[in-house]
């Protein structure tokens, strides 16, 4: 689904879903102890503090780096983002719930800061990622759509699996 291809209502309604990805974090979590926001998933799904950091990260370490490079660079080879990888390095379960949202938040800005100062020409520029292959730009909002459907899908179970 590329931005460039929907109209300007439905554009409006994907970047207010994105705008609006900090405050359900905020009230899914609203209110948990250090434990319970350790508290692993139903199969050892990531749990809240977990599922908070890789958003942050995947924010500010994937998603903007691949914005910043796809406006300046001639079809730029994008590298994948390790989540997996990088939650074990940074040892995500032991780290504080509500740095991690205010980390999200704060990054989300910036990228839905950078979509809005983008001319027409910019949303077409191209590049590779790995992992996923050729993109542009305007691929990007979309991406980011689906991940956070995704997280959100995964906070429910956990929820559910909370009682």
């Not at 979590?29 to 990260?57: I, K, M, N, T, Y």
């Not at 990228?111 to 730009?137: C, H, K, P, Y």
């Amino acid at each position: 689904m590329r931005y460039l291809m929907l109209n300007t209502a439905a554009r409006a309604e994907l970047l207010a879903s994105l705008a609006a990805m900090p405050g359900f974090l905020e009230r899914s979590f609203a209110g948990l102890s250090a434990d319970e926001a350790r508290r692993p998933g139903p199969g050892e799904a990531l749990s809240p503090v977990e599922q908070c950091w890789h958003l942050a990260d995947l924010e500010r370490e994937g998603y903007a780096v691949r914005i910043e490079r796809l406006r300046r660079e001639v079809e730029p080879a994008l590298p994948d983002f390790d989540g997996a990888r990088i939650a074990r390095e940074r040892s995500y379960r032991t780290r504080d719930l509500r740095e991690a949202i205010a980390a999200f938040r704060e990054a989300r800005v910036r990228n839905l800061e950078a979509f809005a100062s983008l001319d027409s020409t910019a949303w077409s520029q191209r590049g590779r990622q790995e992992g996923v292959g050729a993109i542009m730009l305007c691929d990007v909002p979309a991406m980011m759509a689906e991940h956070d459907a995704s997280h959100r899908g995964e906070i429910a179970d956990w929820q559910r699996a909370r009682g």
